[in-house]
């Protein structure tokens, strides 16, 4: 009997192309589209949110392509409790959170894939992301994609370890380009489709505004000199600022670049400070995920830790502070470390060993 995949369907051209590979090799495939945002009465400015009806629509058209089933489940109320609420919450802390890594972990790779296995009965979920499953000495881990100016393990550096052996990502072989030729090549409706890159549902990127427009309050405070604690002007809300930010400060007159080093929001007080202050040689992270549980064999790899998406790898030893905390030590220093993101630790053969949220 064929193995049973559910393809997560987003209506671009990645996930159709894993869709038409999978089915190629012989599995049962369906395709599945997650309404996990309400997407009524949309903006211009928000013709790009995730599930769009447009891209409900997109994702429907090439399943029929395909001759695949087509679902669209609404998570909606999970990815409110799980993804906003936290997104928000952790910018109150001070925190630049990353909710791309919690959805891949809580929503897609948990309580989704938890739902397709009662409804539908699948062996697997796959998706379009561009990175791989290994299995190596009895053990699956996520590992690099083929095409590393498009991987995407980063965002899928904290799902359980217990699904890994039930995940395919069929693009992790391919590049882009290889994509679009496929896509291409069998006519597929969404060949050209652009890509999106911000956070799903602020396609227009003001994090500020959208936190204001979900009812917290935010309001101006001092911004002080990060050594001499001088007042240099007002900010208007610190949830406007992230770590390494140097533009719209407003400090006018300033003798040299300033760049915020700090973010306090106890005191309602940025802090900045020269490019200088903004290098670290060490970092803690919170509640990791150990896809290697023995620390001392990882230590006597060469790993590589990223401190977020874009960064380069920077190596690095890992140290247990306790069962909630690790320490990681950079060999050189890095640049912007960051609350909120996710430290990700990579072996020099690209599988990751570990992750955790900066702390």
């Known amino acids: 009997m064929k193995k049973k995949v559910a393809v997560l369907m987003s209506g671009g051209v990645d996930s159709s192309v894993a869709a038409y590979l999978l089915l190629e090799k012989g599995y049962s495939v369906i395709g599945v589209t997650l309404k996990l945002w ?9 013709k790009q949110l995730c599930c769009s009806p ?14 695949i089933k087509h679902y669209v489940l609404n998570f909606s109320n999970e990815f409110n409790k799980h993804i906003i609420n936290n997104f928000c919450e952790k910018y109150l802390c001070g925190f630049t959170p990353n909710p791309c890594i919690w959805c891949n972990e809580k929503i897609k790779f948990g309580v989704v894939f ?6 539908f009965n699948i062996d697997f979920i796959a998706t379009g ?4 499953i290994v299995f190596y000495k009895g053990k699956y ?21 217990n699904i890994l052996p039930n995940v395919l990502f069929p693009l992790g072989d391919y590049t882009k380009q290889e994509v679009r030729k496929i896509a291409n090549y069998i006519r597929l409706k969404v060949a050209s489709k652009k890509e999106s890159f911000d956070i799903c549902f602020i396609p227009d990127g003001d994090y500020a505004k959208f936190i204001i427009s979900k009812g917290y ?22 949830i406007f600022y992230t770590i390494g930010q140097r533009r719209k400060l407003g400090l006018k007159g300033s003798l040299s670049r300033m760049y915020v080093v700090k973010i306090e929001p106890q005191t309602n007080t940025v802090y900045v400070g020269t490019e200088k202050d903004l290098y670290s040689k060490e970092l803690y992270i919170s509640n990791p995920v150990l896809y290697e549980d023995n620390l001392t064999k990882i230590n006597k790899l060469r790993i590589f830790c990223k401190i977020r998406y874009k960064s380069v790898p920077v190596k690095c030893k890992v140290n247990k502070i306790d069962d909630s905390k ?8 890095v640049k912007a470390v960051t609350k909120g993101q996710y430290a990700v630790v990579y072996d020099d053969i690209g599988r990751i060993l570990i992750s955790g949220e900066i702390i």
């Open 326 to 333: 690790l320490k990681i030590m950079f060999d050189q220093p």
């Open 217 to 238: 309050n935010v309001n101006k405070g001092k911004i002080l000199d990060y050594h001499t604690k001088k007042f240099l002007g007002y900010h208007k809300g610190y």
């Open 38 to 46: 309400e997407c009524n009465n949309l903006l211009e400015s928000q």
């Open 114 to 119: 938890d739902k397709l296995k009662t409804l």
């Open 54 to 67: 447009k891209d409900i629509y997109d994702a429907k058209t090439v399943c029929s392509q395909l001759g």
């Open 141 to 161: 881990f996520v590992s690099k994609a083929k095409d590393e100016t498009k991987d995407q393990s980063y965002f899928l550096c904290s799902i359980p370890k």
């Open 129 to 132: 992301h561009y990175a791989k």
